[in-house]
């Protein structure tokens, strides 16, 4: 039974890998927005990211 | 009528017999006909002689019955695996192993017309045993029965403790014989040496459930305790054939890369490089790139950038915008890249380069809207920005082989503490459980 369960289990596991490569998956996080202005193209300013101003690293060890 | 001689007389029918006990008087029933060698009297615990019409006592003990109890009353009948039986014996047995006595209880059943059967109890653990058709072969290791290989489990003096019923044997309280197991889950082959005599059978294991259903008991059968010698493993049997099935799915997903990687574009639709400098960059930082077109169905995009940072930072906002639906995807990436030199010796941190994987971008007319912010120790710095269009995102397959690894690993341990358990009631404990046990002994 375990078996069977496994290789229903495994099956599912290959077809899920195959269609998430077939439509671009990725493991990285991105946000994702709608209906932004079309007169960004024109106006970059008048977007802002919500990452702006964010990142301060200072680094280094 | 006829002048010859007298006809012969018949055989007596088999049937069941009252007596009474010659020691206490007691009634006395006999259930197995003339199969039953000695009977033991449930009032005074004589041992008679079965076959003496005058029931001779052949040994009398002491015992408390409330202790060895039998689960099954003698005289219960069932259907066994399909077959009738009568309880018409039981005995209660014990070996000693470290100092310490472990009983278990048989029962013997009973059918006129087939062979005798035997029902054994240990912490409720239940095997059904019969004497074996054919001679086994065995050596100290193993032993072979009909063509299957047993393993040597335990080797010990078994004595036995207190008897009730009938027996097709001269049973005696205190009768000690040498007893070996060998198993083969969730079989258990044993042989029985009483002086020259050796009786080899073979038992099954069964759940008590089964039993109590079989002679149709009232209540529930006690919960086993434990793994028993040749208790079937809930998963032993799967262990090899899973490491196969996980084989063949690595191999497929190593397939699946291959041929994914191939007929991915990898299309490089945007190669830019950019100035960032402070000076100029007093009004607003943000700018977009060249327009760029994303052909194909929905698939990735992946955001490439690489500056000559060093001990330094460049952290860029970026949207990847749908100039036709609006459509965006905001995410910030970092580029930073620190070394130097410490009583540690010489250290370095982070890349001058980075790379994000966009999922699912359908198909479009996009723009990159870029807003830079540098490190203030920086007065000017050239970045690259490229696109890419469907790549293959190794990471997925990463994830697909520990979610097909790890169900292997945890049934491969629940096998492995299974067996352990099995084994470690054995004459041959695991490794580590037989150095633990000598360690404990030297620490006494």
């Known amino acids: ?61 | 009528m006829g002048t010859g001689a007298p006809p012969p007389p018949l055989p007596p029918k088999p049937q069941a017999k009252g007596l009474n006990c010659p020691k206490c008087g007691a009634a006395i029933t006999l259930r197995s006909f003339g199969q039953a060698v000695t009977v033991v009297c449930a009032g005074c615990h004589s041992i008679l002689d079965a076959k003496d019409p005058n029931l001779a006592i052949l040994q009398q003990f002491e015992a408390i019955t409330s202790v060895a109890k039998p689960l099954i009353p003698l005289g219960t009948r069932g259907k066994l695996r399909g077959t009738d039986y009568e309880v018409t014996g039981f005995q209660r047995r014990s070996i000693q192993v470290d100092g310490i006595t472990y009983y278990w209880h048989e029962y013997v059943l009973f059918n006129p017309y087939k062979a005798i059967r035997y029902l054994s109890e240990y912490n409720g653990h239940w095997n059904d045993i019969s004497i074996c058709k054919t001679l086994p072969t065995a050596d100290f290791s193993g032993a072979t029965y009909l063509g299957e290989n047993y393993k040597h489990f335990q080797s010990a003096e078994a004595n036995s403790d207190f008897v009730l019923g009938e027996f097709p044997w001269q049973v005696r309280v205190g009768e000690k014989a040498a007893v070996t197991d060998y198993v083969h889950p969730p079989r258990v082959l044993s042989s029985e040496k009483l002086d020259k005599e050796v009786t080899w059978s073979i038992g099954e294991y069964m759940y008590g459930r089964e039993i109590w259903d079989s002679f149709k008991l009232p209540g529930d059968p006690p919960a086993p305790m434990g793994v028993y010698e040749n208790q079937p493993s809930p998963v032993s049997l799967n262990v090899t054939g899973m490491w196969v099935a996980f084989a063949a799915f690595a191999v497929f997903l190593l397939v699946l890369m291959a041929v994914f990687d191939m007929r991915a574009k990898k299309e490089p639709v945007l190669e830019e490089t950019y100035q960032y400098n402070r000076v100029n960059a007093k009004g607003e930082p943000s700018f977009v790139s060249d327009e760029f077109a994303l052909g194909g169905g929905t698939s990735n995009v992946q955001v490439k950038t690489s500056a000559p940072v060093d001990n330094h930072w460049i952290y860029l906002n970026y949207a990847l915008i749908n100039q036709d639906t609006g459509q965006a995807w905001d995410f910030g990436r970092e580029v930073s890249y620190y070394h130097g030199y410490d009583s540690d010796g010489s250290w370095s941190e982070g890349k001058r380069t980075d790379s994000v994987v966009i999922p699912s971008v359908p198909a479009g007319h996009y723009y990159l809207r870029i807003e830079p912010e540098v490190d203030p120790m920086l007065p000017a710095i050239p970045y690259s920005v490229s696109v890419i269009r469907d790549v293959p995102v190794f990471g997925i397959y990463g994830i697909a082989f520990l979610a097909l690894l790890v169900p292997v690993v945890i049934i491969s341990f629940r096998a492995y503490t299974f067996e352990r358990s099995r084994w470690s009631e054995s004459d041959h404990p695991p490794m580590e459980l037989s150095s633990m046990s000598s360690g404990s002994g030297d620490d006494e």
């Open chain 1, 1 to 61: 039974m375990f078996r069977k369960f496994y290789l229903l289990y495994g099956a599912l596991v290959l077809s899920t890998a195959a269609f998430g490569q077939y439509r671009g998956w990725s493991l990285d996080t991105v946000n994702q927005l709608k209906n932004i202005p079309k007169s960004v193209r024109d106006n970059p300013g008048s977007y802002r990211s919500v990452y702006a101003g964010y990142h301060h690293y200072t680094g280094g060890k």
